[in-house]
């Protein structure tokens, strides 16, 4: 979003040049991420001399984050209107209703990864196999990213378009 606000998407869109430059600039920063993925060694830093951070704060930064976030609003505004009647006499209240079912379902699901985590957090922390094998396979999964942005075509207005 932020790219065609710019303007960067119509330079990309007509700039054979400058879509193949971002995309090979793209695909060295996937590799170098694998590289250096695949360089750490030794157990998790699990942040053990990192001061405890309140229940409070923790809700508070997850809040914030996500309010300043611009995606969750682009979404909202782009994804939630179809669901709302042009002819609806509340319209914003409809939104709301939706924005906070959508929020909580979010919510639910973002718990149960924690819980998750929380739960195999000792399996992992404790078995450097796993870790070795946990970094094997996100350096392959950038690998992965890096070759599919390499094979990348650069997309072909059709006759007449305007970019």
Partial sequence: MAA????????LHTSAVAFETLKYLGVAY?????WNTLKESGSLNVGHDVA?????????SGILINILNPKLSIFFFAFL??????????????????????????????AGYGIFAASIRSHVVSRPMVLTWMRRTFA???V???????????????????P
Wanted: positive net charge.
């Fill in 4 to 11: 065609a606000i710019t303007g960067l998407a119509a330079l």
């Fill in 30 to 34: 996937l590799l170098y991420m694998a």
């Fill in 52 to 60: 405890p951070r309140s229940v409070g704060k923790v809700i508070t």
């Fill in 81 to 110: 209107p179809q669901f709302v009647s042009t002819t609806e006499p509340h319209a914003l209240s409809k939104m709301l209703e939706l924005s906070t079912v959508f929020m909580l379902l979010t919510f639910v699901v973002f």
């Fill in 140 to 142: 392959g999964a950038f």
């Fill in 144 to 162: 992965a990213l890096g070759a599919k942005l390499a094979l990348t075509d650069r997309p072909v207005a059709p006759v007449g378009a305007t």
